[in-house]
């Protein structure tokens, strides 16, 4: 890489650590449109996997409930494994600049429907049946797009979920559908040495940015922390449109 590729990738680790360190999510979410900007699609995907992995072992550690939301979740959790595959399976067929369009346009739609914050709630019924379906359709935009958030995000939301709940829930699809991406990525020749020397690399500017965000959390509004993130994932979401259709 260039310096200022470089540059653009220690800030784009650094911004995604400290939005994960003061809102508990949102690391790849953060870093990966950035480093598209920088890199594009395909050379990005992989360099967001080691550092949102160990973040969010840590907060699936820390989150409490593990047995008891592995036990409600497992057939989302399930269904991520083959949507990576067909995911990844797109990604190596399309053109990558339609993968960035698809980004583009799920980060505007994630953040549309959380600035909204729709009063929907999901009855038992519906809920069960949807787990399945809900960690496809999240694995295949994450296979080919390397976003984690859509559907199960607002999914989640759906179910009222308390903070700790919600948290470990999330995590724990960020997780499994990062490992089998990086399994995924290495098979199709995406994520070698040197992607693995950058994701270990860029540990540092990540945790830099983790404790910057915990010491903040405190003193910022949580209601327009995550109003000011959501708009920013928006605008580079529009901004991965336009740049991949002009």
Not at 39 to 54: F, N
Request: hydrophobic share 55%; aromatic share 8%.
């Amino acid at each position: 890489m260039e310096a200022g590729q470089i540059i653009v990738v220690a800030l784009a680790y650094l911004a995604a650590g400290f939005v994960k360190g003061a809102s508990g999510l949102g690391f790849s979410t953060t870093c990966l449109p950035i480093l598209v900007l920088a890199l594009g699609l395909k050379d990005a995907l992989a360099l967001v996997i080691i550092p949102s992995v160990v973040a969010n072992i840590f907060l699936i550690l820390s989150s409490g409930h593990l047995k008891e939301t592995a036990r409600r979740f497992w057939p989302l959790y399930a269904a991520q494994i083959p949507g990576i595959v067909a995911g990844l399976a797109l990604l190596a067929w399309i053109d990558g600049a339609v993968a960035t369009v698809v980004l583009g346009l799920v980060l505007g739609a994630y953040a549309a429907v959380a600035l909204a914050q729709p009063e929907f709630r999901l009855a038992p019924g519906p809920e069960r049946l949807l787990r399945a379906p809900v960690g496809f359709a999240t694995a295949v935009i994450n296979g080919l797009t390397g976003s984690q958030v859509m559907p199960v995000v607002p999914y989640m939301l759906a179910l009222r979920l308390d903070p700790k709940r919600f948290v470990q829930a999330v995590n724990l699809s960020f997780t499994l559908s990062s490992l089998v991406m990086a399994v995924g990525l290495s098979r199709i020749g995406l994520f070698g040495e040197h992607e693995l020397a950058v994701s270990v690399a860029g540990l540092v500017p990540s945790y830099a940015g983790i404790w910057i965000g915990g010491r903040m959390r405190g003193r910022l509004s949580p209601d327009q922390f995550r109003r000011f993130v959501l708009t920013v994932l928006g605008v580079l979401g529009l901004v991965l449109v336009l740049r991949s259709l002009i």
